[in-house]
């Protein structure tokens, strides 16, 4: 175990190297031919079912799962993604338990869902394992250019939409590699095998889309230039900065954004060669506090705390994530909220909680504290738009792009989706559904 100066007991290697491997493993196997099979006929195929109205992008999840019990796992995967071109991803981390899995007949009567998430990756694994690439073609080519910019799963849906209508796609992305938070942001026990990767190598495969990587805007990219230079545009661009926490101590070391960190051990060849602290405070109440809770926990830490400011019942985590991180070993504290980190030497070595209560419907501190020891504490409080990327040319409000029901902008030519509009929602599945409606509107668009 080779000891850090980034603070007073973080180390790399803290766990035997087989161990990672198996920490790191997927979350949920695959499952065979049989169990397939046998799950499918749990299904009650129900005429306007509750699961598919449930499903963001409206796949026909009755339909692909009779395809799958009569042995035809490829006709399954072509209805899966005829709706959702990302079906792969969204079957590994789609929050099903409050989806289409919650209003299962067989959940409402049984307690006991079909596992449809499952069945839908088992359908998708077995289309790219077998083809490897889209099961559309593009369309004849109109002339038209469309610069999409974000290569993230609204970005990816929307370029394979328009692809398929024949318009030549110009997808950028600010990173070296496109994804967005599939490639970077999600759990490593949720997406293993380069399978982001390999997904966005299946959209692509259509045609008539071109990447370019390390390409931002508000820095080498202008909206209006792009605007200038392409007869349509789709931002799906992202939420480029995290939220501070607004206390003393937050700029000392051992003090992280937890989407950086994630997106480093996502990136790692050598998950031993990372650092991480003994005991860990993370703030927060979502996925992504569950998920940084959880990596560290298996990359060898002792003590891994969730604080969240109001009720468990209130954490945007589902109970499903929220059970996860229990299971992992992770303490959550409800009712707190961080006052402020203690450091010494520069580096974080506790932080100052205060417990928290609604008074009037209201949040406010009761001026009770806790003191917790800390080597890393991870924010997870949320991101926000980096507006002065946009240059002041877009409609905001609450910090997110405008968009109509389209997902058009207050600009004529110009779309957005994903979590940088206004309503739009930390969920992959909604993400793809963005970029499909604007991807059909931006067609009729350029085709009246």
Known sequence: MTQTTAGPDIATGRLPDDAYAENFSDLHPLLDPHEALVEADRCY????????????????IPQFIRQISTGNPTGSAKTIFE??????????????????????????????????GELQRYA????????GASPFTRGAPTGKK????????????????????????????????????????????????????????????????????????????????????????????????????????????????????????????DLSTLPVGRRIVVIGGGMTAVDIAVQTKLLGAEDVTIAYRRGQDRMNASDYEQHLAQTSGVRIMTWMQ??????????VTSIELERTREQNGSLTGTGETVTLPADMVFKAVGQTLVQADLGGALSLEKGRIVVDADRKTSLADVWAGGDCVLGGEDLTVAAVEDGKIAAESINAALSA
């Not at 195929?45 to 026909?60: E, G, K, L, V």
């Not at 959702?84 to 079957?91: K, Q, Y």
């Open 45 to 60: 195929f129900c005429y306007d079912a509750p699961c598919m109205q449930a499903c963001p992008t409206s796949i026909d």
């Open 83 to 116: 709706q959702n071109i990302l079906g792969g991803m969204c079957a590994r981390v789609c929050p099903t338990e409050t989806l289409c899995e919650e209003v299962c007949v067989r959940e409402v009567a049984e307690g006991k869902p079909v596992k449809i």
């Open 124 to 131: 998708t694994d077995h289309y790219m394992g077998e083809h």
């Open 146 to 269: 469309v610069a999409v910019v974000g290569a993230g799963p609204a970005g990816l849906s929307c370029a394979h939409r328009l692809a398929v209508h024949g318009h030549d796609v110009t997808l950028f992305d600010a990173r070296e590699k496109a994804g967005g938070l599939n490639e970077y942001g999600i759990a490593s026990y949720k997406s293993v095998d380069e399978f982001a990767a390999r997904e966005v190598d299946f959209i692509l495969s259509i045609g008539g889309i071109e990447l370019k990587t390390g390409m931002r805007v508000g820095a080498n990219l202008d909206l209006a230039e792009l605007r200038a230079g392409f007869d349509a545009v789709f931002l799906g661009i992202g939420l480029g900065s995290v939220n501070a926490l607004g206390i003393d101590g937050e700029d000392k070391s051992g003090s992280l954004d937890a989407v950086d960190y994630i997106a480093d051990l996502r990136q790692a060849d």
């Open 338 to 347: 961080p006052k402020a980190l203690v450091a010494q030497n520069g580096a």
